[in-house]
């Protein structure tokens, strides 16, 4: 008897073990972030710190995460071209299909850039990458973190055409969107992680050592960041369309970009992949680009809380579905 069905019959036999794992890959994560909500509640910590610890992370700790799971990884099995090509070319799909859906709803023409935008930008560079990492340890970390560059200038500059088209009033330089994507820390610390890796060079083990306690501040600290920046006033005042971007977010997308690569292939731990990143709830970035270029930042922000919220659960299920399908390998 081979391998596959052996795994099939134990995931069918034992539904409760294999839902018990699944808590334990994404419960910690959004444990941390329930924890944000409460530290903010408490009033442990507040506006200046989170704005603070989101600028660390993105500028020095996850750069240094990105970098250090690189150079440690096999990149043999980190690098996977299908599964770069495939997260790419499904999240131009989805930004058009998702585009196009908005024109034929009811979304008034100014709010439709805001809406494409929170319907199909993801925050995999901390949601994703964290459960990919709580999955599947440094190979998560590593292959991760080669999505997460892949994903990135893709995000930036389909947000920007799409909020720009509704928003004509507002300024846009391209020059300066195309130097920010190429100065991006996150871009900058994959390039030089695949560089180093590709030399065969090594670290000193004392700056290597010191490097891996810097990034292990990143992703509790973005992740608390992340629960301090939620607001259940806006989750409560959310419209119809914010509920019907989160539902297109955090359900419709995924489930069909994921449905496809399996049926095109994909199995195991690169549709988990695939589900964790296309899956992941709307990035908060998604908020400040609607307010620097004159959207609706009330929309976006509302999005952005109930798919986080939402996240919790949406991705827990879609986790234990792949696994006890035998889909997930």
Not at 226 to 246: F, H, K, N, Q, Y
Request: aromatic share 10%.
């Amino acid at each position: 008897m081979s391998w596959r069905p052996v795994a099939i019959w134990y995931v069918c036999m034992n539904p409760s073990a294999i839902f018990a794992e699944t808590l334990n890959v994404t419960f910690p994560v959004f444990a941390m972030v329930l924890l944000g909500v409460a530290l903010k509640r408490l009033k442990w910590i507040d506006t200046a710190f989170i704005n603070t610890s989101s600028a660390l992370v993105f500028r020095g700790a996850m750069p240094t995460l990105l970098f250090l799971s690189l150079i440690d990884a096999d990149m043999s099995q980190a690098l996977i071209p299908s599964l770069m090509a495939y997260l790419a070319l499904a999240t131009v799909a989805s930004f058009l299909l998702i585009w196009w859906w908005a024109t034929r709803r009811v979304v008034v023409p100014e709010d439709r850039g805001v809406y494409v935008q929170a319907a199909f930008r993801g925050n995999g560079g901390i949601i994703g990458l964290a459960l990919a990492g709580s999955m599947y340890g440094q190979f998560g970390l590593s292959a991760g973190s080669v999505l997460v560059a892949t994903l990135i200038p893709l995000y930036n500059v389909l947000a920007v055409i799409v909020l720009a088209w509704y928003q004509p009033q507002a300024k846009t330089s391209w020059r300066s969107i195309g130097l920010k994507i190429l100065k991006n820390p996150l871009i900058l610390s994959v390039v030089a992680g695949l560089s180093f890796a590709a030399s065969g060079l090594a670290l000193p083990s004392w700056l290597h050592t010191s490097g891996e306690y810097f990034a292990n501040m990143t992703l509790p600290l973005a992740l608390i960041s992340i629960g301090g920046t939620m607001s259940m006033t806006a989750i409560r005042e959310a419209s119809g369309v914010a509920l019907g971007a989160s539902l297109m977010k955090m359900v419709w997308m995924p489930t069909a970009t994921v449905l496809i690569a399996w049926l095109a292939g994909f199995e195991g731990r690169e549709l988990v992949l695939l589900f964790l990143f296309l899956g992941s709830p709307s990035a908060a970035a998604s908020f400040v680009m609607a307010r620097a270029m004159g959207g609706n930042a009330r929309l976006a922000a509302n999005t952005v809380a109930i798919t986080t919220l939402a996240s919790s659960v949406t991705i827990t299920l879609g986790i234990f579905i792949l696994q006890i399908s035998g889909m997930a390998g």
